[in-house]
C-alpha cells in the first residue's frame, strides 16, 4: 500500500517561533488531510487540501501532488498548538481510505 | 449541534469477552469508518462503510465486526480472537470524496 512518511517525527518550539512539517507518499492521491491531535486525544481537521496552498490563520498548508510531498506551516507558534500533527492521504484507488502517517510530535515552550 | 458522538470514552474488557463500542452521526453523511491508534502510532482503518448495508474490510480487521443498519450508526465489536485489542479507537464519517471529520475516540484497555 502507499507509505506516508512525516518529518521531523519530534519538534520543539519556542514560543513565537515558526516551524514545518513535511509529509511525503509513495503514490498518486486523490485528497489530503491534515489533522491536529490534542493531549485529549481529539483529531481536529486543519486542512482538506490535495493540491495548492491554503491559509487559517496562523497555519497554512501546501500540497504538491506532482512531487509527492506536502507541508504544513505554523507561524508565530503558541503553547496551544502543542500536540500530533498528522498528515493522511486518500491513494487515487482508495475510496476515500486515508493512510496516515506517524504524525508529528509538537511541543511549544512558552 | 451536528456531529459524530462516541461512547463510551473508557472500556475495559475482560480477557475472553465480546465489546462493542459506539458511533453515531447525525451529519447525514454517507460513508462511515472505523480506526485504531496505538501509543506514538498513526491511525489504521480497521472497517468502512460506502453505505446502508455494506461495509468493507480495512487493514486490520481480523479480530473485529461491523454492522451497517441505519444511515447513522456503525458500531464496531471487538471480539475475542483480538489478541491486542488495548488501544485508542476512533471513528469518522464523511460525505463522498469529501473531508473525513472525527470522533472524540473510545479508549479500551484489558482487565
Known amino acids: 500500500g502507499i507509505q506516508v512518511e512525516q518529518s521531523p517525527p519530534d519538534l520543539i518550539l519556542q514560543e513565537g517561533a515558526n516551524s514545518t512539517l513535511r509529509c511525503n507518499f509513495s503514490?498518486?492521491?486523490?485528497?489530503l488531510q491534515w489533522f491536529h491531535q490534542n493531549p485529549w486525544g481529539q483529531l481536529i481537521n486543519l486542512f482538506y487540501?490535495?493540491?495548492g496552498t491554503k491559509q487559517n490563520g496562523r497555519l497554512s498548508a501546501t500540497t504538491v501532488a506532482t512531487e509527492r510531498y506536502s507541508l504544513l506551516y505554523i507561524s508565530s507558534s503558541q503553547t496551544t498548538d502543542s500536540g500530533v500533527y498528522f498528515c493522511?492521504?486518500?491513494?487515487?484507488?482508495?475510496?476515500?481510505?486515508?493512510?496516515f502517517g506517524k504524525g508529528n510530535q509538537v511541543v511549544v515552550i512558552p | 449541534d451536528g456531529g459524530i458522538t462516541q461512547s463510551p470514552k473508557y472500556l475495559f474488557r475482560k480477557e475472553g469477552q465480546n465489546v462493542t463500542l459506539s458511533c453515531e452521526q447525525n451529519?447525514?453523511?454517507?460513508?462511515m469508518y472505523w480506526y485504531r491508534q496505538d501509543p506514538g502510532q498513526g491511525l489504521r482503518l480497521i472497517y468502512y462503510?460506502?453505505?446502508?448495508?455494506?461495509?468493507q474490510k480495512g487493514d486490520i480487521a481480523e479480530g473485529y465486526s461491523v454492522s451497517r443498519e441505519k444511515k447513522e450508526s456503525f458500531p464496531l465489536t471487538v471480539t475475542s480472537a483480538q489478541k491486542n485489542p488495548t488501544a485508542f479507537y476512533l471513528c469518522?464519517?464523511?460525505?463522498?470524496?469529501?473531508?473525513?471529520?472525527f470522533g472524540d475516540g473510545t479508549r479500551l484497555s484489558i482487565l
Open positions: 469518522a464519517s464523511s460525505l463522498r470524496d469529501q473531508p473525513q471529520h
Open positions: 503514490d498518486s492521491v486523490n485528497n
Open positions: 487540501i490535495p493540491s
Open positions: 493522511a492521504v486518500d491513494p487515487y484507488y482508495g475510496n476515500n481510505r486515508l493512510a
Open positions: 451529519l447525514n453523511h454517507d460513508a
Open positions: 462503510s460506502q453505505i446502508v448495508n455494506d461495509f
